[in-house]
């Protein structure tokens, strides 16, 4: 018999990898699997299943949104390239009807975006009720690349840590659930996707020159996202570390997370707005 999602997960997802404040990001282990007993063969099983259950979820907060609820759901990704954040998207959001999704990436500012505050593309892009957002880099760029590329004065950035989380706790009083994922991948295993890139000519379109400069500063990339962690995981927007050189890890993983931010908004289905009974007669009468 197959085993449960409960003999395969030692510690459930939400807990092994939530972060605690202090941890040392830069002994992390890449490659581990934290909370997970079974094997990659059991992990993609057990992503089916939750595949399923994330649809109906999905489902039921869509309905909820076209009957007046204000419940929404916001996945946030952060990663570094080649950490897989296209693969999540494609993976694991995948898994449930578009329709109910509003994607959004985010790259370097436009002339327009540059007009205005950084939140204020951000803003926009949120989910509206019923939806499930996904943000592919995001608001955290701010406290990442803008640092790390020195883009802003060093007291400016500093200031947007506490924005931040004032923004994070507005957004989730609104109703909107946030579960924030940085993948890691290791200096190892980004050589290797991007070497692959460069080796594949249907890969070319994905690599990007920059990307090599971002490797080089790879040290002063862990230090703002120990920082970022450190600062900005809250009661309300907490972030989860996802190991990501396994590939079949990390969407298990952040399978699970979305799942259990659904399965949290409690929602049933809403109950119909005419008479179910009267309704069949006049169908039976046509
Ligand atoms: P990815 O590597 O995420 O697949 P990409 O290479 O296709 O992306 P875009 O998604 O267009 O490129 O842009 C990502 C780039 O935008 C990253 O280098 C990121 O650091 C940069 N970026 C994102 N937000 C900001 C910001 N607020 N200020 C400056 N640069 C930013």
Redesign the pocket.
Same mark, same amino acid.
């Given at each position: 018999m197959a085993k449960t999602p409960e003999q395969l997960w030692k510690t459930p997802a939400d807990e092994a990898l939530r972060w605690v404040r202090g941890t040392d990001l830069s002994a992390l282990d890449q490659a581990a699997t934290p909370g997970w007993r079974g094997s990659r063969a059991e992990g993609e099983e057990l992503m089916a299943v939750r595949g399923h259950e994330l649809a109906d979820l999905q489902e039921r907060l869509f309905a909820h949104g076209r009957t007046g609820g204000d419940r929404s759901v916001l996945l946030v990704l952060q990663g570094l390239?080649t950490s897989g954040? *296209?693969g999540i998207v494609q993976h694991v959001v995948g898994m449930v009807d578009p329709q109910g999704v509003m994607h959004r *990436?985010? *790259?370097?500012?436009t002339e327009e975006e540059r007009e205005h505050g950084?939140l204020w593309r951000i803003r926009n892009a949120l989910p509206v009720p019923g939806y499930v957002g996904v943000f592919?880099?995001s608001h955290h760029?701010?406290v990442l690349?803008?640092r790390v590329n020195r883009?802003e004065p060093v007291k400016t950035w500093r200031r947007h840590y506490r924005e931040l989380n004032e923004f994070e706790a507005e957004v989730a009083a609104s109703g909107t659930a946030i579960v924030k994922v940085a993948l890691v991948v290791s200096a190892d295993e980004q050589k290797k996707r991007l070497a692959k890139r460069l080796d594949r000519p249907d890969k070319h379109w994905k690599y990007?020159p920059?990307d090599i400069d971002v490797r080089l500063k790879l040290p002063e990339y862990v230090a703002a996202y120990q920082e970022m962690l450190d600062r900005t995981s809250t009661k309300e927007a907490p972030w989860y570390v996802v190991p990501a050189d396994r590939k079949w890890y990390s969407r298990l993983a952040v399978t699970e997370l979305l799942t259990g931010a659904l399965r949290s908004l409690d929602l049933g289905w809403p109950p119909a707005s005419f008479d179910v009974a009267a309704e069949k007669a006049r169908l039976a009468a046509t």
């Open positions: 390239d954040k *296209g *990436g985010f *790259g370097v500012p950084y592919d880099r760029e701010q690349v803008v883009l990007n920059n």
